[in-house]
């Protein structure tokens, strides 16, 4: 039998002696339009806010301290769980930072399958992000169209790893699998129809006076505030700062691709929104010219998927299974794991909702000595702080929408 | 005899019992479609089954009492709503011949009572004890004082334009003529209808993703079943109301009759469909600026085009 005066009572059932006229909402963590686990400790005066604070820590598992008890790449596939919305961009950053501890070299079409898989999981998270920002405000007809499509993507990246949310399909030193025959033709099929269902979810929002309205001069974030609260990704582009890194310091063979990196000066809602549909443009153009890039690759035979260094990197399978010192190599890289020299690394890479940097301090063992996340959206919830007051309730999940945090990488 | 059949089967408790399951399905499956997706369909020819084994299943669910309130009065408020939500179908003339409730003034009954049933709501919003029900009462009640004014002030046109407050009489008196003359009060009517039905865009009091479910939140079990009851009825109400007053009711193309009269109802529940699926959600503010700043003085200049267009067209007042 359940006593239910016994339980302690939830902190917003404590009443407070209180003498002024705010009312303390509790907002989250569990929550609709919470985003996962975000518990907002909003002060009301009515419906305005008067105070915000965030409150994070509801999903923490321990990843980075997970990490210092696991060879490097055991924690690949933990890496998934950080965002788990655009899996490969942490799988990613991960194989970037341990390869430039190393110093690895990755082979040419390698690199071109990853921005592959870069961008599809760009493309799906700002589908995501479009999904549930429509159903936050409302809009629920947009919310099913825009899943219809991460579907499709959903469906080609299962083609490729297997699995559809937690991917781990990128491995330290390049890529386990050569992408299936009709890769490419799927891809191809999804981008060609692309502009078209993005003129729906236009048609249905862009000049849609409700939309507007929810939408213009609500959360708008200046520039020095934008960069005082480390804002970065479309969040940092829509108020007016140019800053993609993608651009500033190319990794993979995103200085060989032509894209644009959107910008706007407004840093309202409506402006992330314009920048994160023009940004799923931009990824569609870079996702055209690596399928030519692929098909170049596929005419100088480079079929290498994994960099050549037997220290660190395993042999190709038919090695391990044909000769003896691979296989000896093998055995001791899985059962022992590799060891990187000692020193410390971090790696920013530009994932779809901001800087996503891995600092890896290694002390020469198999395990890293720290690892350390540096996760867009954690930084993007610190702005609530400063960014909600004076807005009202309606607006906050608005505004929560536009930043766009995912609350795996946030508590990691 | 006749009195208990009309309080049993039509247009009383059973009536509205299957009007609640059809609409709902209904709803779900124009939903659907417009949402290029399938909706229900595993129970029952096209998923009809669905919300019968919905409604039974809640009806059936415990009904969970919070902590802190009166539990009398709140689980007296569910049976409240619906029976005010029940009263207007007496009023209103289903066929030529069944009025349960005939009344010379029976506009006047239809509004009023379409016009407390938020009242209701807001109580529970008030008595849950849960301050996502707390801001959904406070919310209802501002979103009932700004859409009521323009309501009343469109369900008046009718009555001067037929100088009756009798719905029969107006609907005798409909025509093609005075379809047009109320065509402006219609459609403000109509925006009114979506504010106090709280549809979207004004499904403010319940934004889900803003306070959970506004005042439904600790609802649950039979209330709940009730709660839903009363606002699907109420959607009848007011639906009904609307083609009585403006669409001619009854009246049909060949013949006069209730089929008819159900016919203009679904339209109008189609058209609330696709305004749900194209727009968002608007704020309170911009509520109430849409309402006081557009709406009510739109509703005045109706009110002077009814009387202009009845001395041209009606010889006088």
Not at chain 1, 230 to 243: D, F, H, K, N, T
Not at chain 1, 291 to 296: P, S, V
Not at chain 2, 117 to 123: A, D, G, H, T, V
Not at chain 2, 275 to 288: W, Y
Request: aromatic fraction near 14%; proline fraction near 5%; charge should be negative.
């Amino acid at each position: 039998m359940q006593h239910t005066n016994r339980l302690r009572p939830f902190f917003e059932n404590i009443t407070f002696d209180r003498d002024d006229n705010e009312l303390v909402l509790n907002f989250g963590p569990q929550h609709p339009s919470a985003h996962g686990q975000l518990r907002l400790m909003l002060h009301l005066q009515q419906e305005q806010i008067v105070k915000a604070h965030p409150d994070i820590g509801y999903l923490h598992r321990g990843m980075e301290k997970m990490a210092e008890n696991m060879i490097y790449n055991e924690f690949m596939p933990t890496t998934d769980r950080m965002d788990y919305i655009a899996s490969s961009a942490n799988n990613y950053g991960f194989a970037l930072a341990v390869e430039k501890l190393i110093g690895l070299e990755v082979p040419r079409r390698a690199k071109v399958i990853r921005m592959m898989l870069l961008e599809i999981n760009r493309l799906m998270s700002h589908l995501f992000w479009l999904a549930t920002t429509a159903l936050d405000i409302g809009a629920m007809t947009v919310f099913l169209y825009a899943f219809r499509e991460r579907e499709y993507l959903m469906d080609i990246i299962e083609d490729y790893c297997g699995a559809r949310l937690t991917h781990a399909a990128i491995r330290i030193g390049g890529v386990p699998l050569d992408i299936q025959d009709d890769f490419l033709y799927d891809l191809k099929v999804f981008l060609n129809k692309l502009p078209e269902n993005m003129k729906d979810y236009e048609d249905l929002l862009d000049t849609n006076r409700i939309w507007q309205m929810r939408m213009e001069n609500v959360g708008t974030i200046p520039t020095d505030m934008a960069l005082s609260w480390g804002c970065s990704g479309p969040m940092l582009r829509a108020s007016g700062v140019e800053w993609d890194i993608r651009k500033e310091e190319p990794y993979e063979l995103y200085d060989e691709v032509e894209f644009n990196v959107p910008v706007s000066d407004k840093g309202d809602n409506y402006a992330r929104y314009k920048i994160y549909m023009a940004e799923m443009r931009e990824s569609a153009k870079i996702l055209y010219q690596c399928i030519d890039m692929y098909t170049q690759t596929e005419k100088n035979n480079q079929t290498e998927l994994m960099a050549h260094a037997p220290q660190y990197i395993s042999a190709p399978k038919l090695n391990i299974m044909t000769q003896n010192y691979s296989l000896m190599q093998h055995f001791v890289l899985v059962t022992q794991g590799m060891r990187p020299p000692v020193g410390e690394v971090y790696v920013p890479t530009e994932s779809p909702k901001g800087e996503l940097g891995y600092f890896i301090n290694s002390q020469g063992g198999p395990y890293p000595y720290r690892l350390k996340l540096r996760a867009p959206s954690f930084w993007h919830t610190g702005v609530l702080t400063d960014l909600l007051p004076g807005h009202y309730i309606p607006d906050v999940v608005s505004i929560i929408g536009t930043t766009n945090i995912v609350f795996g990488e946030i508590d990691r | 005899m006749q009195t208990l059949f009309n309080i049993v089967v039509f247009p009383g408790i059973l009536y509205i019992l299957a009007w609640t399951v059809l609409l709902f399905w209904f709803f779900r499956k124009f939903m659907a479609a417009l949402h290029k997706r399938v909706g229900p369909s595993f129970n029952g020819p096209m998923g009809t089954y669905q919300t019968l084994f919905d409604l039974s299943k809640l009806l059936t669910k415990e009904s969970i009492t919070p902590k802190g309130v009166n539990p009398y009065l709140f689980s007296l408020m569910p049976l409240l709503a619906l029976s005010i939500a029940i009263l207007p179908t007496a009023l209103i003339p289903w066929t030529p011949d069944i009025t349960v409730a005939k009344s010379s003034y029976g506009l006047l009954g239809l509004v009023v009572l379409i016009g407390i049933e938020p009242f209701i709501l807001f109580l529970t919003g008030f008595g849950s004890n849960n301050k996502y029900s707390f801001l959904g009462g406070i919310r209802i009640l501002t979103q009932m004082i700004s859409m009521e004014t323009s309501f009343f002030l469109a369900a008046l046109s009718p009555a001067i334009l037929f100088s009756t407050l009798n719905l029969n009489s107006i609907i005798q008196q409909s025509s093609w003529l005075s379809f047009a003359i109320l065509l402006p009060g219609f459609v403000l009517y109509f925006i009114a209808l979506l504010g106090l039905l709280e549809q979207p865009p004004f499904n403010i009091p319940d934004a889900e993703q803003e306070i959970v479910y506004g005042f439904y939140t600790e609802y649950s079990g039979t209330n709940y079943f009730l709660l839903k009851v009363s606002e699907f009825s109420e959607f009848m109400a007011v639906f009904a109301g609307a083609v009585t007053l403006f669409l001619g009711g009854y009246k049909g193309l060949f013949f006069d009759g209730f089929s008819f009269l159900f016919a203009k109802m679904l339209i109008v529940a189609m058209i609330m469909m696709a305004i749900r699926a194209s727009t968002p959600r608007i704020t309170m503010k911009q509520m109430l600026m849409f309402s006081w700043k557009y709406l009510v003085p739109l509703s005045l200049v109706n009110i002077a085009w009814i009387m202009i267009a009845k001395i041209l067209f009606f010889g006088g007042m």
